[in-house]
């Protein structure tokens, strides 16, 4: 999927009053995705995000930074870790620190996300793209060029995930691709202490139920009692 439809929503004030006490009705964790413009507008959203009763904050780090010519923040390590230690200052929550694959070095942007606090970080988010409109000679998305998601992008994403299983020591969740039980467990061997899967509930509703089970049929298969104990554990050529 080739999208580039922004991060557009009410804002948190609108969260905080009708979709968080949906969402609580649910027994699950609530972790939410926020992104800005400029580090103040990180800071400040992190610092309401911190009164709400929620499980843990994703920094999306993929935003556009208005104060450093609309580079995206996660593009550099002094940037990912001067955004995430300002929030780190203000979040007393779990905090994970979403990265974009748009980079020379992944392993180094992921080990400023370390080195500033961090709990976590996720990856990867979606790879640049484009489409052009053959007849019009013209690219087909309004902004030229946009993300990239879904499985073409998963060889891609697990490679970057056990190039940063061997940089830092904090947990990272893998997503890009997953669409299956056997997608799932590669990002694991990789180093992925956790998956997540986007794209994928697009393409069938009932993707995240079948890869669960998917991970139990391996684990029966291969006589695993704990699918910790796979993490990380892929044996290199």
Avoid: W
């Avoid at 992104?35 to 994703?58: A, H, M, P, Q």
């Amino acid at each position: 999927m080739l999208n580039s439809i922004g991060l557009q929503n009410p804002g948190v004030e609108y969260f905080a009053e009708n979709d968080l006490p949906f969402l609580r009705k649910f027994d699950t964790a609530i972790i939410v995705n926020a992104c800005g413009s400029s580090i103040d507008e990180y800071v400040e959203l992190c610092k309401v995000l911190n009164t709400l009763d929620i499980d843990g904050v994703e920094l999306n780090l993929s935003c556009p930074n208005v104060k450093a010519g609309c580079m995206a923040f996660g593009n550099t390590y002094d940037g990912v870790k001067e955004v995430t230690s300002q929030v780190r200052k203000v979040l007393d929550k779990p905090l994970i620190v979403k990265l974009t694959p748009n980079v020379t070095d992944i392993a180094s942007i992921a080990k400023a996300v370390e080195d500033a606090g961090a709990d976590g970080v996720s990856l990867i988010n979606t790879l640049l793209g484009m489409k052009i409109d053959i007849d019009k000679r013209r690219p087909v998305l309004a902004n030229n060029t946009g993300g990239l998601s879904g499985p073409a992008i998963k060889p891609v994403a697990v490679r970057m995930v056990y190039q940063v299983s061997q940089a830092v020591h904090i947990p990272i969740l893998g997503m890009g691709g997953i669409i299956n039980g056997e997608d799932a467990i590669e990002f694991m061997l990789a180093g992925a202490s956790a998956i997540s899967i986007g794209a994928g509930n697009f393409i069938n509703p009932y993707t995240s139920v079948n890869t669960v089970f998917g991970i139990e049929n391996y684990m029966k298969k291969h006589q695993i009692n704990d699918i910790n104990s796979i993490i990380g554990t892929v044996i290199m050529n």
